[in-house]
């Protein structure tokens, strides 16, 4: 049997047997490729800061098949935790709960917390249920870069540096999972994605806040993160034009990223990339475009602004961090 038209059932076998053995394995999830170890192995653990070039205090996710595996891990689980686990897993949503007293400080970032999720991708599943245990991994890109959501960019990212990629394809959602603390009294959300806290608060019953800045805890949160290497810059709609005729020689080549046909300016040195007007798609394409014009040789990306609505609020987000100055 194939998984995605692209993973065989050997392919499984030998990313579990590397993950097993202290390897790292790069892996698809629905919402960006992971850079996986065993979540029980110190030295494995250490080996992915190190391919990514992260600080070590900045704690993993640790990824799993199933919800019985969820007491191996965390304790103190709440039924509200529960009922967010039930109405969103396997899917695109991470819980930070109480950690289990054995859990790895490398994991935790020597927290008391540990962040924990169940992705649906086929082949992430696959992988979890043939290892058989928890698999730690950040997004499978170089700190403060873009996440990547093809094995091409995992392995423009990090290649030589990791023992295997699994190519699940695209990943569906495109942007990383939504994190809620569920550790503390009250709900927070630490980073948002395309699971809304409108969703959330109406699976609980009750609003959701959502942190502003809490950088200690969430590195997604640093200023400068999730970033193109290009300047990028965020643009209202009704400034492209302005911003357009005050672009000189030395701005040239520029690339405009819209989401409107009418903002499309026809000028020498200027590209235009068409962005979908749905979120769920924008937010598929996003990565992916940004790192095909990375590659380029742009002197600058200017992107429209996307709508002030909380179906755009993660992606929102991104762009924010994407077009943060640079110290
Ligand atoms: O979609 C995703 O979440 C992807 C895929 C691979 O699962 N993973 C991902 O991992 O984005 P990473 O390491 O790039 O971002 C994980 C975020 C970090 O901001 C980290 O600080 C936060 O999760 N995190 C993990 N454990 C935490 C904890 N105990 N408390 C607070 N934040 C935590
Ligand atoms: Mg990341």
Same mark, same amino acid.
């Not at 994190?179 to 630490?190: G, Y």
């Not at 400034?239 to 409107?260: G, K, M, N």
């Not at 990306?301 to 994407?322: F, G, H, M, Q």
């Given at each position: 049997? @194939? %998984?995605?038209? %692209?993973?065989?059932? @050997?392919?499984?076998?030998?990313?579990?047997?590397?993950?097993?053995?202290?390897? @790292?394995?790069?892996?698809?999830?629905?919402?960006?490729?992971?850079?996986?170890?065993?979540?029980?192995?110190?030295?494995?653990?250490?080996?992915?800061?190190?391919?990514?070039?992260?600080?070590?205090?900045?704690? @993993?996710?640790?990824?799993?098949?199933?919800? $019985? +595996?969820?007491?191996?891990?965390?304790?103190?689980?709440?039924?509200?935790?529960?009922?967010?686990?039930?109405?969103?897993?396997?899917?695109?949503?991470?819980?930070?709960?109480?950690?289990?007293?054995?859990?790895?400080?490398?994991?935790?970032?020597?927290?008391?917390?540990?962040?924990?999720?169940?992705?649906?991708?086929?082949?992430?599943?696959?992988?979890?249920?043939?290892?058989?245990?928890?698999?730690?991994?950040?997004?499978? $890109?170089?700190?403060?870069?873009i996440?990547?959501?093809?094995?091409l960019a995992?392995?423009e990212?990090?290649?030589?540096?990791?023992?295997?990629?699994?190519?699940?394809?695209?990943?569906?959602?495109?942007?990383?999972?939504?994190?809620?603390?569920?550790?503390?009294?009250? *709900?927070?959300?630490?980073?948002?994605?395309?699971?809304?806290?409108?969703?959330?608060?109406?699976?609980?019953?009750? *609003?959701?806040?959502?942190?502003?800045?809490?950088?200690?805890?969430? *590195?997604?949160?640093?200023?400068?993160?999730?970033a193109p290497r290009t300047k990028t810059?965020?643009?209202?709609?009704?400034?492209?034009?302005?911003?357009?005729? +005050?672009?000189?020689?030395?701005d040239l080549p520029t690339v405009f990223v819209?989401?409107?046909?009418?903002? %499309?300016?026809?000028?020498q040195h200027v590209h235009w990339v068409k962005? *979908?007007?749905?979120?769920?798609?924008?937010?598929?394409d996003l990565y992916r475009t940004l790192r095909s014009l990375d590659g380029e040789h742009f002197k600058s990306i200017i992107i429209?602004?996307?709508?002030?609505?909380?179906?755009?609020?993660?992606?929102?987000?991104?762009?924010?961090?994407a077009?943060?100055?640079?110290?």
């Amino acid at each position: 049997m @194939l %998984m995605n038209n %692209m993973i065989s059932p @050997l392919d499984i076998t030998k990313a579990s047997d590397l993950l097993r053995r202290g390897g @790292l394995v790069a892996f698809p999830t629905e919402t960006v490729y992971g850079l996986g170890g065993d979540a029980t192995n110190e030295a494995a653990l250490r080996k992915i800061f190190m391919a990514k070039e992260r600080p070590f205090d900045h704690p @993993l996710i640790v990824h799993l098949a199933d919800i $019985n +595996q969820l007491s191996d891990w965390a304790r103190d689980v709440s039924s509200d935790a529960l009922k967010l686990a039930k109405a969103c897993w396997p899917g695109p949503l991470t819980m930070v709960l109480k950690k289990q007293p054995g859990v790895l400080d490398v994991v935790t970032g020597g927290q008391d917390t540990i962040g924990i999720r169940i992705p649906r991708h086929a082949a992430a599943q696959a992988l979890l249920r043939e290892f058989g245990g928890g698999i730690a991994a950040p997004s499978a $890109n170089r700190f403060t870069r873009i996440s990547p959501t093809t094995a091409l960019a995992v392995k423009e990212e990090l290649g030589n540096r990791i023992d295997f990629i699994l190519d699940g394809g695209h990943c569906e959602v495109g942007l990383e999972s939504t994190i809620i603390d569920m550790s503390r009294d009250e *709900p927070v959300i630490l980073r948002p994605g395309m699971i809304t806290p409108a969703f959330l608060a109406n699976v609980l019953g009750k *609003p959701i806040a959502v942190a502003s800045n809490e950088p200690v805890r969430s *590195p997604g949160m640093h200023h400068l993160h999730y970033a193109p290497r290009t300047k990028t810059q965020l643009v209202a709609i009704d400034a492209i034009a302005d911003v357009l005729h +005050q672009l000189t020689p030395e701005d040239l080549p520029t690339v405009f990223v819209v989401r409107s046909d009418d903002a %499309m300016l026809h000028t020498q040195h200027v590209h235009w990339v068409k962005m *979908p007007q749905d979120p769920i798609q924008y937010a598929h394409d996003l990565y992916r475009t940004l790192r095909s014009l990375d590659g380029e040789h742009f002197k600058s990306i200017i992107i429209e602004e996307v709508p002030n609505t909380p179906e755009w609020d993660a992606i929102r987000d991104r762009l924010a961090k994407a077009s943060a100055p640079r110290s």
